[in-house]
Each structure stands twice: as C-alpha cells, then as structure tokens.
C-alpha cells in the first residue's frame, strides 16, 4: 500500500464481510486511506503514532479497480473460500486480481508443494496414525504441521521413542478426523528457514530465518531472528521449478520456504518478510511489485 501510494496510486482497502455482488458483479465497501510511511531509523522499522486514516465507505464495483489484492491471512475457511467465489465475479481482463481466487482455492500452502516432488523432503500427508508412525520411524524425526495453518501454529517435532507420540498425533490429527503432512525433520532447520518472495514466478528477495533458544522453528512469529542471505543455485532451481505452474495457477505474489536446499512450504493467501528484507538489503520490495502490476493492469 505505501509503495502504490508513493508511485502515486490510489489506495482503497476492505474486508471480506463487505464484499458483495450485485448484477453479476463484485462490488465492495470501500474505504480510502492515506498512509504515513515507516521510516528506518538506526536499523528498525519506526511507525508514526497515526500512520493512516481512512475516508468514509462508500460501494464501489471492484471493476473500478485497476488490482485488487486478496492478502487475509490463514486459515482458509468457508468466509474465506466464499470471498474467492465473489472476486471470481471480477473481470481478470479488466482488473487484476493478486493473487488469482481459482489459484487461491486450489493451492493450500502445505499441500501445493508436493507436486515438486524433486525439490522437496520426503513428505506424507495422513491422518492414520500406524501411517504416520511407520514413516517417522523411518525417518527418525519429523515434523508435522497442520494443512491449515500460519506463521508456524501447531508445528510439532516428533521422534517414534517419543512417550507421548499417539497423543500428538491424536492432536494434530483431532483423534484421526484431519490429515497433516509429515515432513522428514532436517538438520539444516538450526541454520534457519529461508523465505524467497516471487512475482510472477521470479525470485525477487529472501530472508533467513533462525530458530532461537529452545524453540525449533524459525518463524518470525514465534521468535525466530532474521538474517540477510542470498538466492542461491539451488534457491533458483527450486524455483524454476516451481515458478511456470505458479503463473498457471495466476500466483503472482508468493512466498517459498526452503530449508537445507528443499522447498518445504508455498505460501500464496499473505506472504510476509518484505519488511525484513528491505531493511536488510536497502531494497524496496513493495515498489517492484507495485510496478509489475502497472505492467500487467495496462496490458491489452
């Protein structure tokens, strides 16, 4: 938003519940803000004490937009699928939609990586328990995550000696009624988890991200540090494989997570770690994308 402010755009914002479509159409009450942008100041981001305002709602049709950028966070429940069914209702050769709703509905963020079976970790998804513990025993350690969570909710490292194995995984599992992936836990994770930012399936920044104290996980959310760090060979190889069925599937703004040289994770409904990288490598992450988007909303 401050970098479509700053090259001199309107900015409007919503919610889902103020969606709506009317005579085939998806419309929206809208509010207009202004942006007071953060400033870094001795390496941290400072925010203004009244960083924005915003103008009263009015209903607008959202084909009146140029973009319009879905960024809720997970998980992706009903309300959440609902208003991909709405933005569906928006003409994509007249308005763009980041990222695009049918991607949305079909790419969950764990799931949608095991298409790239070359780049990522000897992965399953069960919610059988026998299933599950042959596999971890295989593996000697894994971790599972739920299908429907964010900034690394519910993420359990688990070993077969583990006394309290069953339970975990009746846990995660909600006693057997929802699948989980397991992934094969890798001993690169304590050097950190790194999120590469793609737009339309290019590599245009990363970050690391480092577990810290006790805490396994290298997720900013839970405590992790960040870390400047490079797009490495094997970083560009993961996504050129992953970047053609990206734009496919119309997701233009996406965030990988890759650890040891495996991509782990898709993230595609509000990728974070842009802050971080602006301030870690003086880029301006936000402008670029802003500026693809141009591109894209003028094109024929």
Request: aromatic share 6%; charged share 20%; hydrophobic share 40%.
């Amino acid at each position: 938003m401050e970098a479509a402010q700053a090259l001199g755009h309107e900015v409007w914002i919503t919610q889902a519940q103020n969606l709506s479509v009317v005579n085939s159409q998806a419309w929206a009450l809208l509010e207009k803000v202004q942006l007071k942008p953060v400033q870094l100041s001795q390496g941290h981001w400072v925010v203004s004490p009244q960083w924005y305002s915003v103008s009263d709602a009015v209903l607008c049709s959202l084909a009146d937009m140029d973009a319009v950028f879905m960024r809720t966070d997970p998980p992706v429940t009903i309300p959440y699928l609902y208003a991909t069914y709405i933005l569906d209702y928006i003409n994509p050769e007249q308005t763009l939609v980041i990222n695009a709703p049918r991607g949305l509905r079909m790419a969950n963020e764990k799931m949608y990586a095991l298409q790239f079976q070359e780049v990522i970790p000897e992965t399953i998804v069960s919610q059988d328990k026998s299933v599950i513990r042959k596999f971890v025993e295989q593996q000697g350690a894994a971790v599972i995550k739920p299908l429907g969570g964010k900034a690394g909710e519910g993420i359990l490292l688990i070993e077969p000696s583990d006394r309290n194995f069953n339970s975990l995984v009746e846990i995660s599992t909600q006693r057997g009624r929802e699948p989980v992936m397991v992934q094969a836990y890798l001993p690169a994770a304590k050097d950190g988890d790194k999120r590469i930012i793609l737009l339309n399936g290019k590599p245009i920044g990363a970050v690391n991200r480092i577990p810290t104290g006790k805490e396994f996980r290298g997720n900013m959310a839970v405590g992790g540090r960040v870390a400047a760090t490079e797009i490495t060979l094997q970083d560009h190889k993961i996504c050129t494989a992953v970047g053609p069925k990206l734009q496919q599937d119309g997701l233009y703004f996406v965030g990988i997570d890759v650890i040891g040289g495996y991509l782990t994770e898709v993230n595609v409904t509000s990728p974070t770690g842009i802050r971080e990288i602006d301030r870690l490598n003086g880029t301006c992450l936000g402008k670029e994308v802003i500026t693809w988007v141009e591109t894209m909303s003028h094109e024929p």
